[in-house]
C-alpha cells in the first residue's frame, strides 16, 4: 500500500483554495444558479440513492477530491484489499471481509489457500444448526427446545449482531427471544437473563480472541446459571454453549465441544466479522435465507466499490466528503440520523466501525500525522434528535454534517405515522442546507427584537441516504457502504485502518488495578490510581 501524506499532494492545496471560494457561496445560491443540481447530486448503488445535493461542493470541488483520491492510491489499496494482500501491516494480515459474502462459485485464494470454500463450509454448519434450534431437533439437556438465546460478546463480537437482530426484526421469528449481554457489569447478564429459563435457553459466547475480559467473565457467570439449574450436571453445558471464535483451544478450555465451535479466521477484523460466525445470532433470529439474503447485499455492495467509476461510487464519495468536511472545514464530528426505529443502534454500531478504525494520529510511516483523522461518530434515531439537539446542528457553532437515512415503505404502516416521519427527514434536510434569512424572519412579522434569534444561516451539509424498505439486502448494503467508506478515508489519511493499538493500555492498567482490589498484587499504581483506590474503598466500607 502506498505510504503517501495526503497534504503533500496538489490536490489537498487546490482543495484548501477551493475552501475559500465555496465559503462565499450558499447552497441556496447553487440550488438556484443550477436546476440540475438535485439530479446532477444524486448516485445510486444497488438500492440505495444517495442524494448529495446538500453538500457544500460544486463540480470543481469534486473534481479536486477524485484527484486527491488517485494521488493517495485509494483505488490500488482498493485492489490489494480485495486480493487478500496484508495490508493491515502491524499485524502482518490480510483484510478480507469481502470474502465472507462471496457467493459459493467465486474463489478467492489468500495465503495460498482458497478460502471461500471454508467460509461456505462454516455458513452451511451454521444453517444446519439454526435449523436443528428452529425445527426443535436441537434440544436443551433436559429436552426442551430452546426458546431463547443470549450472545455473549462485546464490540465487532457484539455491536453488529445486536444492530442487525433489531434492524431485521421484521424478518425474525417472534417466538424466538434473542438478546445480546456484552458489559462486564454484572446488571447486564442480571437483567437480560432474568425472565429466561436455563433449560430453554442457549448461549454463543462469541469472542474472536476468546480471551476478552468481559466476554470470559460473562460466559463464566452463564455457565455457572446453567449449572445451578442442572445441580452443577457438566454434561449440560455441552447442550446449551456454542463459540463463535478463531482460538479453537480456549474454546475446548472453556468446555465447549468442538463440534459445537463455529469458526473464523484471522483476516477478519474484530469490527467486520458480522457476516462470519459471529452472525450467528442474527441467523437465528432471521434464519438462513435471510441472513443470506444480507451477505448478498453485502457482496452487492462490494462489487459496487470494486467496479463502479470513480464519479458514481457511492463508498468512495462519501468518504471524499468527509474528508472535505473533516480535513477542510474543521468538522469535528459526524452525525448518522436513521428516520427508521429498527435503525436504534445503527449509530452506535457505526461509531466502533468508524471510530476503531480510522482513530489513529500515526502515519502509515510511522509519523505523527499533522492532519486531521476520524471524526467522532454519533447519532440517534429521527425524530427523536430532533427534540433533543437538532438545536445545535441547526443554530450552533459547530459544522456537523449529517448523514439522513430513511426509506419509502415501512413496515409499520400505520395511518400517517410513516408520512409524517419522511415528511420531518426531508424537513430537516431543507431547513439545515437552505435555513432561513432575516428578510424572511421580518416578512413573518416577527418582532424586531426576536428576529435574530429566529434567524438560521443554513449551509449546514448532509446527505439524504434513501432505499425502497430496511430489508437484509438493503441493511447488507448499507452497512457495507459505511465499511468501504471508512476504508476510502484510513487511505487517504495515511493510517492503519484495520488494527486497534489505542484499546491496549487500559486493557493492561484495568488488569494490575484489578490485582490490587482483589489483594493478589501489590504492585504500586499510578498516584490518581492509588488515591481513587483509597476512596472506592472508603465508601464501600461506608455504603
Ligand atoms: O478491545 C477492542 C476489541 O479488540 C475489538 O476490536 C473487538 O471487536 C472486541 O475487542 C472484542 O474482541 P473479541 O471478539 O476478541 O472478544
Request: glycine content about 8%.
Amino acid at each position: 500500500m502506498k505510504k503517501v501524506d495526503p497534504i503533500v499532494q496538489p490536490a489537498w492545496k487546490q482543495l484548501k483554495e477551493e475552501v475559500e471560494r465555496i465559503r462565499g457561496r450558499t447552497l441556496r445560491g447553487m440550488f438556484h444558479e443550477d436546476p440540475e443540481r438535485p439530479a446532477k447530486y444524486l448516485l445510486s448503488a444497488g438500492d440505495l440513492l444517495i442524494d448529495y445535493s446538500c453538500n457544500l461542493i460544486d463540480d470543481h470541488v469534486l473534481a479536486a477530491l477524485f484527484r486527491l483520491a488517485l494521488d493517495c492510491g485509494v483505488p490500488d489499496a482498493r485492489d490489494e484489499m480485495f486480493r487478500g494482500h496484508h495490508i493491515n501491516e502491524t499485524e502482518d494480515r490480510a483484510v478480507l471481509h469481502v470474502a465472507l459474502r462471496l457467493p459459493r462459485e467465486a474463489s478467492l485464494v489468500v495465503d495460498g489457500r482458497d478460502v471461500v470454500p471454508e467460509v461456505h463450509r462454516v455458513l452451511d454448519r451454521m444453517e444446519d444448526f439454526v435449523r436443528r434450534v428452529w425445527s426443535g431437533g436441537w434440544k436443551g439437556y433436559s429436552g426442551e427446545r430452546i426458546r431463547s438465546v443470549v450472545n455473549i460478546g462485546i464490540g465487532g463480537s457484539d455491536l453488529g449482531p445486536a444492530m442487525a437482530v433489531e434492524a431485521l426484526k421484521p424478518f425474525s421469528r417472534r417466538d424466538l427471544t434473542v438478546r445480546f449481554v456484552s458489559n462486564v457489569d454484572a446488571t447486564d447478564f442480571v437483567e437480560k437473563t432474568r425472565d429466561l429459563d436455563p433449560r430453554s435457553t442457549l448461549f454463543i459466547i462469541s469472542s474472536k480472541t476468546f480471551t476478552t475480559q468481559e466476554t470470559m467473565t460473562n460466559a463464566a457467570t452463564a455457565r455457572q446459571w446453567c449449572l445451578d439449574a442442572y445441580g452443577g450436571d457438566r454434561r449440560a453445558v455441552e447442550r446449551h454453549f456454542v463459540a463463535v471464535s478463531t482460538n479453537r483451544e480456549k474454546v475446548a478450555e472453556f468446555g465447549i465441544h468442538p463440534e459445537n465451535t463455529f469458526e473464523f479466521w484471522d483476516w477478519v477484523g474484530g469490527r467486520y466479522s458480522m457476516c462470519s460466525a459471529i452472525g450467528l445470532s442474527v441467523m437465528l433470529a432471521i434464519g438462513p435465507d435471510h441472513f443470506r439474503q444480507m451477505l448478498a447485499g453485502f457482496h452487492a455492495m462490494d462489487n459496487h466499490f470494486r467496479t463502479a467509476p470513480m464519479e458514481r461510487n457511492a463508498p468512495l464519495l462519501l468518504g471524499l466528503l468527509g474528508i472535505w468536511y473533516v480535513n477542510f472545514w474543521g468538522a469535528e464530528t459526524w452525525a448518522v440520523i436513521p428516520y427508521e426505529q429498527y435503525l436504534q443502534r445503527f449509530p452506535a454500531y457505526l461509531q466502533q466501525l468508524d471510530m476503531e478504525s480510522n482513530g489513529k494520529s500515526v502515519s502509515r510511516s510511522g509519523r505523527p500525522v499533522t492532519w486531521q483523522t476520524g471524526p467522532i461518530l454519533w447519532g440517534e434515531p429521527g425524530t427523536n434528535g430532533q427534540h433533543s439537539f437538532f438545536q445545535l446542528l441547526h443554530q450552533g457553532t459547530h459544522l456537523v454534517p449529517i448523514d439522513l437515512i430513511g426509506f419509502a415503505r415501512s413496515h409499520n404502516e400505520l395511518g400517517d405515522h410513516h408520512q409524517k416521519l419522511i415528511a420531518n427527514m426531508f424537513a430537516q434536510a431543507s431547513a439545515l442546507a437552505f435555513g432561513r434569512t432575516r428578510e424572511e424572519v421580518e416578512a413573518e412579522g416577527t418582532p424586531e427584537r426576536l428576529v435574530p434569534f429566529r434567524v438560521f444561516n443554513g449551509n449546514r451539509p448532509c446527505n439524504v441516504i434513501m432505499a425502497p424498505q430496511l430489508t437484509p439486502s438493503v441493511l447488507g448494503q448499507l452497512i457495507a457502504l459505511y465499511e468501504h467508506k471508512v476504508f476510502v478515508q484510513g487511505v487517504i489519511w495515511n493510517i492503519y485502518s484495520f488494527d486497534q493499538w489505542g484499546v491496549e493500555l487500559g486493557k493492561g492498567i484495568a488488569g494490575r488495578i484489578l490485582g490490587r482490589l482483589k489483594g493478589e498484587s501489590d504492585e504500586e499504581l499510578d498516584p490518581a490510581a492509588e488515591h481513587r483506590l483509597s476512596l472506592y474503598r472508603s465508601l464501600r466500607e461506608k455504603g
